[in-house]
């Protein structure tokens, strides 16, 4: 399921502008039923606000219908940072989890955009394709992606994206491109890669996830995420807005 969390972090990217310094914006939220080979598995919500030059966002992932009769599954993510011109800069993520046999929590705050992971419970033993998180200044966590990706944004920003994730143990990246007019709205072709600490075994079963993102109009000159269909390791995927 963490792997399912980082490839929709992944897919549900877009760049979006912010309110300048010295303006508040209202709380936005977002609730998205996952699907997976068509069947309901479950669901994925992300809420935030930005303040000023400030954001704080939230989100849940958890499994539900024929997932949940399986393994139930529970990711609840927080961040906060600093958002100048458009551009997302975390200064602190935490997420807890909880797999159906065990619990964990992680904690990165970050030092001039630098990553530095200050908790990890349980400890994990170190690997050898580990990275050094100070070798990942400029990325974002999946939380903060998902907030800037899933706000409602100008038509002239949309499918306009490349942009790298480190989730505390491994660096991925996220790109978007060719915006086409589609029935209802406007679609983008999009990629997801993995690319350091990842293990052989997980760069042996898939690399490269193909995504499509669909935006529909708002009437105000902004679009709005509706849909995102995906490649997982589970299966074609599709995240669809209540």
Do not use: W
């Not at 992932?61 to 940072?81: I, N, P, T």
């Not at 990325?139 to 800037?148: F, K």
């Amino acid at each position: 399921m963490r792997i399912l969390l980082r490839c929709l972090a992944g897919a549900a990217l877009a760049v979006a502008l912010a309110p300048g310094p010295g303006h508040a914006g209202p709380k936005e939220s977002a609730i998205f039923d996952l699907t997976l080979r068509g069947l309901p598995a479950g669901s994925l919500s992300v809420s935030g606000t930005i303040t000023g030059a400030r954001y704080a966002a939230s989100g849940v992932l958890q499994s539900g219908g024929f997932l949940a009769l399986v393994k139930r599954m529970r990711y609840d993510a927080r961040a906060k940072g600093m958002v100048r011109d458009g551009v997302f800069t975390p200064t602190r993520y935490e997420e807890d989890a909880d797999t159906g046999k065990r619990q964990s929590q992680s904690v990165m705050r970050y030092e001039n955009g630098v990553p530095q992971v200050k908790v990890h419970k349980p400890p994990k033993p170190p690997r050898p394709d580990d990275i050094d998180p100070a070798t990942q200044g400029g990325t974002v966590d999946p939380l903060t992606a998902l907030y800037a990706a899933l706000r409602d944004v100008p038509a002239a920003e949309a499918c306009k994206l490349k942009l790298f994730l480190f989730d505390g143990r491994r660096r991925s990246r996220v790109m978007l491109t060719d915006p086409r007019p589609v029935e209802g709205g406007l679609a983008c072709t999009g990629e997801y890669r993995r690319l350091e600490g990842f293990s052989e075994k997980e760069l042996a079963e898939k690399v490269r996830f193909p995504f499509t993102l669909h935006y529909a109009p708002l009437g105000n000159g902004h679009l709005r995420v509706v849909e995102i269909s995906m490649d997982t390791l589970y299966g074609k995927g599709r995240l669809k807005r209540r």
